[in-house]
């Protein structure tokens, strides 16, 4: 929170940074300015010197401060300017894209402890976090259990009844700038074993009884070092009956119901960490006159990854708005599969740098960084194990009911630029997907040039279909996590040739003419092609010289190297 607001209890005006969501993003790079200015209080060097000396860079929260990153979290209802879920992505991924400590510890986890709020809070709750938000103010979620595979994140929190409210016990020793936040939402245990057990909580820390709150030592990550990740743990704290947000026993159902917003957020920022190392690869590649064919097939392959997960991110940002009884199929398996494509590419990229890949400062720090940032990321929040686990079940009805019968998605789904109908109610996100209309895509999609691409990937999807109908109804069985994997990788090329007809039946804005050529959906698929372990013919060399070109054209314009080819600072 800035200085005025902590110390005057002041809501700040909200910045003025446009409508569009273009006018938007070019405000976050205007916030942070030319990283490559060394007097740049928040350029690359400054950033790099902080996160060697595990420091949080103060200078960092004032430049979204300045941006106004709080109104962005908060719905239009409410006074922010919080409307589209895929914007709030696009934004939080340029925040990444310069910090991702900053990024994981004040955007992406004020917004998952936000939606909380906006999915089940009282008007009371919704209007406080509101005004916290627009003054400045961070929040943070603390997870329970369940969500994680890792046994340092297993620490829970309970609440048990009592006259005046509940009385909030427990540890949780890894909870993403908990000791800096002004509010969190604590996911506790309210009840015994089953679906039931847990709940939901908004806590203020200013409303705590400082001798009830303890904060625990920090934890000294690989990654994210500038964002202070420590515990806090409760003996005999005592909450008000109105800090729970819905009802009692409602946690997991809310959490899974928020998951299906921010999953997919949480991916499609991810890749502004990737931006950042492939944009740092190719200028090693440049300075070092390392024009090869080994190096410019690696910087496009990279290329052709972050469209890949691009394509991907895209299709669970906008099915909150298009397809939220759906949601739950797509949030989970774009948050399982992008940081696996994202964290491949940057070992991939490794190899650009050569010799210089151990260097601690300039480019080749910037990647390092990059590396130990992206794994650590995920911690806040639901990972992989907790993604099969929301996938897995849903696999063989889906392959019974819906795969190859449904309908294909509407096109407007995967426009990087078309409109959007206003968010529903969190009641119509539900916990079991209907259909799949994505995958239908893969089918719909299957003429023209990349005919031969998407007819391998079609004929593994049967196969897939196959194996999941042998699963053992309502049982977990060790044959499904392969397949989920598989399902997932598939779901993103039928997003990859979406995405590609769609733009190639009309561009609707920047990027979308690049888009709309086959050479990026074909390298794309061809990837994902060789992680499926399946054969891909071979690629047109016009098609690799387009994207070439591409990669090179936009680095020199200062471009992203995502769908959108925004113009970038540096």
């Known amino acids: 929170m800035t200085a005025a607001v902590r110390d005057q209890g002041l809501v700040a005006a909200v910045p003025d940074t446009g409508s569009a969501p273009e006018t938007r993003v070019a405000a976050v790079e205007a916030a942070f300015g030319?990283?490559?200015?060394?007097?740049?209080?928040?350029?690359?060097?400054?950033?790099?010197?902080?996160?060697?000396?595990?420091?949080?860079?103060?200078?960092?929260?004032?430049a979204l401060d300045r941006f106004g990153l709080?109104?962005?979290?908060?719905?239009?209802?409410?006074?922010?300017?919080?409307?589209?879920?895929?914007?709030?992505?696009?934004?939080?991924?340029?925040?990444?894209?310069?910090?991702?400590?900053?990024?994981?510890?004040?955007?992406?986890?004020?917004?998952?402890?936000?939606?909380?709020?906006?999915?089940?809070?009282?008007?009371?709750?919704?209007?406080?976090?509101a005004g916290l938000l627009l003054g400045g103010g961070r929040m943070t979620n603390a997870c329970h259990g369940v969500t994680h595979g890792s046994v340092l994140l297993r620490d829970e929190y309970e609440a048990w009844p009592q006259d005046s409210g509940y009385r909030l016990e427990g540890r949780k020793r890894v909870v993403f700038n908990g000791t800096r936040a002004d509010a969190l939402t604590l996911v506790c245990?309210?009840?015994?074993?089953?679906?039931?057990?847990?709940?939901?909580?908004?806590?203020?820390?200013?409303?705590?009884?400082?001798?009830?709150?303890?904060?625990?030592?920090?934890?000294?990550?690989?990654?994210?070092?500038?964002?202070?990740?420590?515990?806090?743990?409760?003996?005999?704290?005592?909450?008000?009956?109105?800090?729970?947000?819905?009802?009692?026993?409602?946690?997991?159902?809310?959490?899974?119901?928020?998951f299906q917003i921010v999953g997919a957020v949480a991916a499609s920022a991810m890749i502004g960490v990737a931006d950042t190392a492939l944009r740092t690869a190719v200028r090693t590649a440049l300075r070092n006159e390392q024009h090869g064919e080994h190096a410019w097939q690696t910087l496009a392959g990279g290329f052709a990854d972050l469209l890949l997960?691009?394509?991907?991110?895209?299709?669970?940002?906008?099915?909150?708005?298009?397809?939220?009884?759906?949601?739950?199929?797509?949030?989970?398996?774009?948050?399982?599969?992008?940081?696996?494509?994202?964290?491949?590419?940057?070992?991939?990229?490794?190899?650009?740098?050569?010799?210089?890949?151990?260097?601690?400062?300039?480019?080749?720090?910037?990647f390092q960084k990059a590396v130990r940032d992206l794994p650590v990321i995920g911690l806040g929040h639901l990972g992989s194990a907790a993604c099969q686990?929301?996938?897995?079940?849903?696999?063989?009805?889906?392959?019974?009911s819906a795969w190859m019968r449904t309908e294909p998605a509407p096109a407007l789904l995967f426009r990087p630029h078309g409109e959007l109908p206003a968010l529903t109610g969190p009641d119509r996100l539900s916990l079991a997907a209907s259909d799949d209309p994505v995958s239908s895509w893969l089918d719909h999609a299957c003429e023209g040039p990349l005919r031969p691409l998407a007819a391998a990937l079609q004929t593994e999807f049967k196969e897939l279909r196959a194996r999941c109908l042998e699963l053992p109804p309502g049982v977990t069985d060790l044959r499904a996590f392969p397949l989920?994997?598989?399902?997932?990788?598939?779901?993103?090329?039928?997003?990859?040739?979406?995405?590609?007809?769609?733009?190639?039946?009309?561009?609707?804005?920047?990027?979308?003419?690049?888009?709309a050529d086959p050479a990026w959906a074909a390298l794309a698929l061809t990837r994902i092609a060789r992680r499926l372990g399946l054969p891909a013919p071979g690629m047109d060399p016009q098609w690799a010289l387009t994207l070439r070109r591409e990669v090179y054209d936009r680095h020199a314009r200062r471009h992203s190297f995502d769908l959108y080819a925004t113009p970038v600072l540096g």
């Open 34 to 62: 030319d990283p490559g200015d060394p007097d740049n209080p928040v350029g690359h060097a400054a950033l790099l010197a902080a996160d060697a000396d595990r420091r949080v860079l103060d200078e960092a929260e004032l």
């Open 70 to 129: 709080g109104a962005e979290l908060v719905p239009r209802t409410l006074g922010g300017r919080m409307d589209r879920i895929d914007t709030v992505a696009r934004l939080l991924r340029h925040v990444f894209r310069r910090d991702a400590s900053v990024g994981v510890g004040n955007a992406l986890m004020t917004f998952t402890s936000a939606v909380h709020v906006w999915n089940a809070g009282s008007t009371q709750q919704r209007e406080a976090t």
């Open 189 to 258: 245990r309210t009840g015994g074993a089953g679906p039931r057990s847990h709940s939901v909580f908004l806590v203020g820390r200013e409303g705590l009884d400082s001798a009830a709150v303890s904060e625990l030592p920090r934890q000294e990550t690989l990654g994210v070092r500038s964002c202070r990740i420590a515990g806090l743990a409760f003996r005999g704290c005592c909450l008000d009956r109105l800090a729970l947000l819905g009802e009692e026993g409602e946690g997991t159902e809310l959490t899974l119901r928020s």
């Open 309 to 366: 997960c691009d394509a991907f991110a895209l299709v669970g940002t906008r099915a909150v708005h298009l397809l939220p009884e759906r949601t739950s199929v797509y949030a989970a398996a774009v948050r399982y599969l992008v940081p696996r494509v994202l964290a491949q590419t940057l070992n991939d990229l490794s190899s650009v740098l050569g010799r210089h890949l151990f260097d601690r400062d300039g480019e080749a720090g910037l």
């Open 389 to 400: 686990a929301i996938l897995i079940p849903q696999l063989r009805r889906l392959a019974e």
């Open 484 to 515: 989920a994997d598989r399902y997932a990788l598939l779901l993103a090329g039928a997003a990859v040739l979406a995405v590609h007809a769609t733009c190639a039946s009309g561009p609707s804005g920047p990027g979308d003419t690049f888009l």
